[in-house]
């Protein structure tokens, strides 16, 4: 094949770059923004501390060829990396933090709840998932009554702003909702011994069930040296990228697009195209009539603190589950230093769907809320607090949503012969690991 454009310079974008130069004789990847990386890309407060838009701990595949891609720059530089074992998570749920689980412990319930929930998800009878109308009936299917109502019902209330009948059957997969802690760590350990219940039950601390990959953090901070990486093993096998580049138009001849025109006026030649940006977007380039509904995301706002002393928890993020706390998750970057946690102590707090409209009013409630979970000492001082919006972050994950993503997709597929959906424009993934396993498959099809 002699062109490939690739569009949209984020993980997925940059993964395909790399193993279609293998393939094709000019590869062009097309980013809007400035710089690659998308939600990969770190951000520097006016003091030089850097964060994340997010938890990112990337970890190794079960797929050694697509780990030689994408961990490269961390075999290659070790001295760069803290290379992790485990990911260490903790969560908070009924007013309490556990400490050594990303999951839900079921205990923590009321007594009486917890007797139910525990009666209620051994005993319930299971649904395949793609049979189930929503996220309610299937939750009811597989977990029973007290976890849908008791725990579900207001839980995604807060991060999805949505009714369990709205949601989509997976939607608690993208929020570590898909298994429980049903006691302590021996009854786990024999429950799990069912692959049934396996699917639903977790151990009682992270140390239990660890896969062998190893996870990788930047001894300097910010994930965005895995995007800079990237881009250059890219470039050193001879990847163009257009930065900065907007598509004026699509050019297409019979079923295929025969290249794209940037708004500078410069024409690319295309054979085929690689697509990771949301569907519609190739849809309405394309002048294909299409009318739908338009998704809704929640609104999601990024709190980057420094405080002047070390975390009392030292895992690396916890997922605050409980519903009466505005912060959804926190990631604790010093944790993941690779000897003893250092200054700056800065952490960034993920807001998902808040009603709280008052920045400086959610300001004080998150610094609250990290002191009295127990993350920071109550006289800890905030050295610096930052606020980003990320207006197109998480999904509003519901039926309809997926639906319409689906029939875009499939709209494409029928119209255009030369075009391959990846990342943002995936069918099934949102998490990296997901997303690069899948494009890595339907790359392998395409040029094998
Ligand atoms: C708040 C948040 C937290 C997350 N946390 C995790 C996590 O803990 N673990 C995990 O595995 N996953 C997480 N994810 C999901 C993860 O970020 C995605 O799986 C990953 O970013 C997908 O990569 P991508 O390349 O498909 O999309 P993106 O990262 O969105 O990249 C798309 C790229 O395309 C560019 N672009 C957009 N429009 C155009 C255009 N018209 N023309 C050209 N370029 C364009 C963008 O600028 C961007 O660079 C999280 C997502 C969010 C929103």
Redesign the pocket.
Known sequence: MENCII????????FSAIIAKEHCDNVTV????PH??????SWKNDDGVIFD?????PFETQNDAINRILFKGMYDNPDLWTTMKTTKVSNYFMGKHYGISQFIPLQYLTEENYKNALVEILSAPGMEMDQALNFEEYSLATYGQTITYEIFKPLLKKIQNAELNELHPSVHSFFSLNRFIPGDAKLCQELKKSAVYDAKLAFATFNEGVSASSRFYPKARGIELWVKQLVQQAEDKGVVFKTS???KNLQQSGMQVCAVELNDEEILPCDHLIW???PI?AIKQLNIPYQGITPKFCP?S?HHLVFDQPFIDKNYYSNIHDWNCQSFRLTMYPNMDSGEASAPYSCTV?VLCSVLKDKEQLKSIIVEELKTIGYVNQNALVLSYDVID?PF??PQFTTGFVAEKNKQIDLLNEEISNITL???A?KD???????LQETYDVLNQLFN
């Open positions: 569009v949209g310079g984020g993980i997925s974008g940059l097309i980013e809007s923004s690659c990386g998308g939600l990969l890309r838009l997010g938890t990112h701990i580049a907007q598509i990771s940006i949301p977007v999601t990024l993920e990320v972050g998480f990846i990342g943002k995936s993934q949102f998490f990296i690991a997901g997303v």
